[in-house]
């Protein structure tokens, strides 16, 4: 471990990857203790994550930003220093990485922090290792934030409480929008998880009995089978008159086809172009057919992971708290780290201590939901994982609120 | 007018069509009314709406609801005693008429109440016709809602404001999700309303200055073409990078075709089932193979009408104080009525008071939005809109939460 620098130097703070309702709270959290530590002097914000930073986008936030907007920030969804998806190059001889750590060192940076996903920590893990090799003294920490919750070496990462506080409350408000009707019906709601089913579970969270809806849960991580499913439907019918099934958009047949590649050969539409469509669609469809009752399917889409309104307040001030804890880090001579939460083991009271991990052991890793929890043959979820989750979703933010709307932080 | 009974007589109160965010504010405004004015008994539920009655449907809301379900029930989303989409007979001498009066009397029911749309105002109509003709002193009264704002001779419908509320909300929240990356992308907003464009009007509400998010918004009630259309999207991308469009699901081109069915001979799936699809998902494919950029579509769906955590408070308010007013008639003697809102022309200070107009000339009528209101070439929409649906936007409920999540009141 270095030595804390003795005069104060400057903080870089980035945003990365897909938005999520609290990946601001952490930038405000890098700020927050940018203005509290002594050893900081400015903070500044790549515009546009690290490849919005090469072409010259930054911005000055001791500057731009005021108590007022500070506040707001934290509440509000999405990246306000804007993102980017962008890999930095292999090979550490690339003339981009003396480029960047130049424009370090004109802006007297002393820590860069980087807050985003996997992609994300892949570019902490190539710049510190790029800073090692040249001796350079900016450390490099990485802030874990994504809805997928599949980074590995951390209880979970910021932004997946929101993601499943807001899955959790709509399908509750679906279960009940789907039960006023007499007849027979069938609601699929599509979930977000291409290849983790870590969101889709918390759905489970939506029952407030044994036999409630959601009565069927897919994750990715089971094989699914359209029989199987058709089996599942015609089971659960038998008990209930109205149906809530939760599927992941990733789930795939023991083939491994993805079954919303069962709707995309269906052609073009007047225009000649290719029709897409999502897994609640096929399954829709083909429940439909099969048994001739009331179906429809909902896609949640991008409110899963931009509502502030539904967010947890508990994933906000832990993501703030991650933030906060990737300055500490750095100031404390800490580099190619990633800030991960560690969960205390005390049954009935829930706490987390941040500690940080080696960012090469984390970066291009993924975790996947726990097959030990996908139970009933592939259709629901273990009460261990509500355990789990459970303490995520805690607490209602306090949204500022003008003419009846959500008043955000905007650049 | 007749005058009120002198023994008191018993409520029944039924719900009717979709549900909304706030019709159970209007079964709990009938409640509170039931058990304030001394001419009512018990208040008695129909389940599944005149429907589910007429097979024996019914409940003693004096009995199972405690003053603790009562309150959640005011803030609970969706049709608490069930609903139904069911005409009753045109013909008045059909065997239905005497079987329904026959329970009324053997319930000792002096009131009927019917929370509902369209359809339910046409049950209301016939109902109280029927008990003219044979001089029944039921009295019979409607209680609108409807997300869509299309009855006539109300200032707006009660369920109207929170579907307004939730849209706006949720596409201010999508236009910062689209603004992260750096590359052009056009994200198109599908919204309910197949022959009414109010819901989609109040996305205009997202806006927070002139040129703001979203730039283009179309409704029904103007002719939509594909051309012009790509005409708009041209122009806008222009001036901005990142494009956010609203749509109405029931938008159709000049020869009365609906957009949503340009993608629908699309062909069969896997199983040789017809594939259907919104007209956000072929705009969508439309730009894409039109202008090369990234393109999403969203249809934001059931949560319009449900979602109870983004409802509006005026709304809630506004349902229970409909709900209230409809047993105040009723007990003064009215019948074959519903209730209205009436705004009080006071520019600066919201007001509205409740009357109640004759259901004959309600029902199976429709409101589409103003032409006058529909502004630049059909993609924008005038500020008058705005001054008049502001008002019913506005406060937020207090929902009861329990482990993290709302607690609603089920049967």
């Known amino acids: 471990m270095n030595t804390p620098s003795r005069t104060p130097k400057n903080i870089l703070v980035g ?201 069927l849960i897919y994750l990715p991580e089971a094989d699914f089978s359209m029989e199987l499913f058709a089996a599942d439907i015609e089971k659960a019918l038998q008990k209930k008159k109205n149906i809530i099934v939760c599927v992941s958009e990733g789930i795939s047949d023991p083939e491994g086809r993805f079954i919303c590649e069962y709707g995309n050969h269906v052609g073009t539409d007047t225009f000649g172009h290719k029709m897409l469509t999502g897994c609640g669609k096929v399954l829709e469809e083909f429940v439909r057919e099969r048994f001739q009752i009331k179906v429809r399917s909902v896609e949640l889409n991008v409110s899963q992971r931009c509502s502030g309104m539904i967010a947890s307040l508990a994933d906000i001030e832990e993501a703030a708290r991650a933030g906060y804890a990737g300055v500490e880090a750095a100031v404390a001579g800490e580099t190619g780290k990633m800030i991960s939460f560690y969960r205390l083991d005390q049954s009935d009271h829930y706490q987390i201590n941040c500690r940080f991990v080696d960012v090469d052991e984390v970066c291009n890793q993924e975790k996947i939901f726990p097959v030990e929890w996908i139970t009933s043959h592939g259709t629901d979820i273990h009460k261990d994982f509500l355990a789990y989750v459970m303490p995520l979703i805690q607490g209602t933010p306090e949204v500022e609120m003008k003419d009846g709307l959500p008043v955000y932080c905007y650049r």
Chains 1, 2 share one sequence.
């Not at 001791?62 to 934290?74: M, T, Y």
């Not at 890999?87 to 940076?109: G, Q, R, S, V, W």
């Not at 979930?191 to 870590?198: F, K, T």
Request: hydrophobic content about 35%; some cysteine.
């Open 15 to 215: 945003q990365s990857g897909g938005p999520t309702a609290v990946i601001n709270a952490s930038l405000y959290g890098v700020i927050a203790a940018g203005h509290e530590l002594p050893e900081v002097g400015r903070v500044y914000g790549m515009l546009g994550g690290i490849e919005g930073f090469q072409k010259g986008g930054q911005i000055d936030l001791s500057e731009v930003l005021s108590k007022a907007d500070l506040k707001r920030l934290k509440h509000t969804p999405a990246a306000y220093l804007g993102s980017c998806r962008y890999k930095l190059p292999e090979d550490l001889t690339a003339p981009a990485y003396p480029l960047i750590f130049k424009k370090f060192a004109e802006m007297n940076i002393g820590y860069f922090l980087y807050i985003g996903g996997n992609d994300s920590m892949d570019t902490v893990s190539k710049l510190s290792r790029y800073g090692n090799q040249i001796g350079s003294d900016v450390r490099i920490i990485g802030v874990p934030k994504t809805i997928d919750n599949d980074l590995i070496l951390t209880d979970h990462t910021p932004g997946y409480g929101s993601a499943c506080k807001y899955v959790a409350t709509t399908v509750r408000e679906i279960c009940l929008d789907s039960s006023v009707y007499h007849n027979k019906s069938v609601t699929i709601v599509e979930l977000m998880g291409r290849h983790a089913g870590w969101i889709t579970a918390a759905s489970v969270l939506a029952r407030k009995y044994e036999g409630d809806n959601p009565v």
